[in-house]
């Protein structure tokens, strides 16, 4: 007896390798704009329930929309930033379709004319990069918010919020060029730091300013045809997504290992139980009953219009890591770290323009910057080192005024009180100050203690110097100077 559609079941390896997935994302951007797109109700987050409301967005009988221009702009830079086309007419449309979060009964979208098309996105997973073509950008209203939980009555009835009905969107779908639940996140994630090194949105996934839906089919490995389609809504998180991918891809897999047949429609992922679980049919988009809306002109973008967005756009992240790699001499991990968002690449290019050589500003903002801010859960912009304090402090490790181990002290007291490294180092008489005669008394007493490494050292093992060097900085306390240490230990070891 054939599995239900509904039953996933364990795949042996050998069986999923037998197919292949065919994934396409539908990505909804909230524009990080002021006002609604077709009103000037607040945009605002966490405000009172149904307080940024008006006759507008309320979808009340007599009113007319009008477009926000900053929203088109907005759109603009997010479709221009994944290399579309951005066309020079585009046309709004009505998506009719009955739900309670939808006051007027349609939702102003983008259909047959969207305002970009045709644009690509580079991904990497496991060192291996592809791009993944983007059919299309368009631009919408959001729906308002359902709320089903929270409240006296919940049991028995569901509440909605307006204040989010009417905030503009840019829907951004993916061509079905996406194999993998590994490719699939690697998008996503790729596709949010282009979003907010552009600034056209926040991209925060809790306040549902991001927004994927995964379409997902699986079709025998070399064949031509796709599989029949399931979309995949409520992955309001990077893993959900990845998870929910994985878990669909083996449901359709036994579905059809076992003689079943697919069903094209719309499941939910239920993160507390790990599965999907069936919403609805999925139809055509006809069902929509989409036409043009009678109530807006269609949309003209000039060439010099789209050219001057184009200009204000930012160095977006790939070139900003193959700029960094060149320019400061830093390995591929470093600039992937290093430029994960534009503040913190900014921050590094500070601390590079303050004096401090490339390699040692990375290492200094990974190894104890970084580490801190986390710790005390701290964006880049809070940090209480600035950038112009850190590039002083790698300079005095750098000329070897101090030693490394001293230097993450000091950076630690920064760190905590937002002090100088050089008023620190003062203060507490940190400054390398070990003479030479000292440092070599050291390192007499350190290859008299240890004869086995002293063996080894001469019989070629090379590693072993570093134990001799840290034992002589640890008897100097870590004022000796590091290049002393190296020179004389290396004399007396020959």
């Given at each position: 007896m054939a599995k239900s559609a509904s039953e996933a079941v364990a795949i042996p390896p050998e069986v999923l390798a037998k197919y292949e997935p065919v994934i396409g994302l539908e990505v909804h951007v909230q524009l990080l704009t002021k006002t609604k797109i077709f009103c000037g109700c607040s945009t605002?987050?966490?405000?009172?329930?149904?307080?940024?409301?008006?006759?507008?967005?309320l979808g009340l009988p007599g009113t007319l929309p009008v477009l926000n221009k900053r929203a088109v702009e907005m759109a603009m830079r997010a479709a221009l930033a994944l290399n579309c086309t951005v066309q020079e007419r585009s046309r709004f449309a009505r998506k009719n379709y009955f739900y309670p979060d939808l006051p007027k009964g349609y939702q102003i979208s983008q259909y047959e004319l969207p305002l970009a098309t045709g644009g690509w996105l580079e991904i990497e997973v496991g060192g291996a990069k592809k791009r993944v073509g983007i059919t299309r950008l368009h631009l919408e209203e959001d729906a308002a918010k359902n709320l089903h939980e929270g409240f006296a009555h919940s049991a028995e009835k569901a509440y909605i919020d307006y204040n989010r009905c009417g905030t503009p969107l840019s829907e951004?779908?993916?061509e079905p060029d996406i194999r993998s639940s590994e490719e699939a996140y690697a998008y996503l994630t790729t596709l949010r730091q282009i979003m907010l090194y552009t600034g056209v949105s926040d991209c925060n996934m809790e306040e549902g300013s991001l927004r994927c839906d995964a379409n997902v089919s699986v079709r025998l490995r070399g064949s031509k045809e796709f599989g029949t389609k399931v979309e995949v809504k409520n992955l309001n998180s990077f893993r959900y997504l990845q998870k929910a991918l994985e878990y669909e891809i083996e449901r359709h897999i036994?579905?059809?290992?076992?003689?079943?047949?697919?069903?094209?429609?719309?499941?939910?992922?239920?993160?507390?139980e790990g599965h999907t679980v069936s919403m609805r049919s999925k139809e055509r988009a006809h069902d929509y009953r989409y036409f043009p809306e009678p109530d807006l002109l269609p949309v003209h973008i000039s060439a010099a219009w789209r050219e001057e967005v184009r200009r204000t756009l930012p160095e977006l992240p790939a070139a900003k890591r193959a700029r960094f790699i060149s320019t400061y001499g830093i390995t591929p991990y470093d600039a992937e770290v290093l430029t994960a968002t534009r503040a913190l690449a900014d921050y590094f290019e500070s601390v590079v323009r303050a004096g401090a050589p490339g390699k040692a500003a990375a290492n200094w903002m990974q190894t104890e910057l970084l580490r801190r801010l986390k710790d005390s859960a701290k964006e880049i912009a809070e940090s209480p080192v600035s950038p112009a304090a850190l590039a002083d402090l790698v300079k005095l490790v750098e000329s070897s005024q101090i030693t490394g181990a001293i230097g993450k002290k000091v950076f630690a007291t920064m760190f905590e009180s937002g002090r100088a490294a050089s008023e620190i180092v003062a203060a507490e008489g940190l400054a390398a100050q070990v003479g030479e005669n000292t440092i070599e008394q050291a390192a007499r007493d350190v290859i008299e203690k240890n004869p086995g490494n002293v063996t080894k050292f001469k019989a070629g093992n090379e590693g072993v110097f570093q134990f001799f060097v840290g034992q002589v900085m640890r008897a100097t306390h870590g004022q000796a100077n590091p290049q002393a240490v190296n020179n004389i230990l290396r004399k007396l070891l020959s």
């Open positions: 605002r987050f966490g405000d009172p329930p149904n307080s940024n409301v008006c006759p507008v967005c951004i779908v993916s036994g579905v059809l290992e076992s003689g079943g047949r697919l069903s094209q429609e719309t499941r939910l992922w239920n993160q507390a």
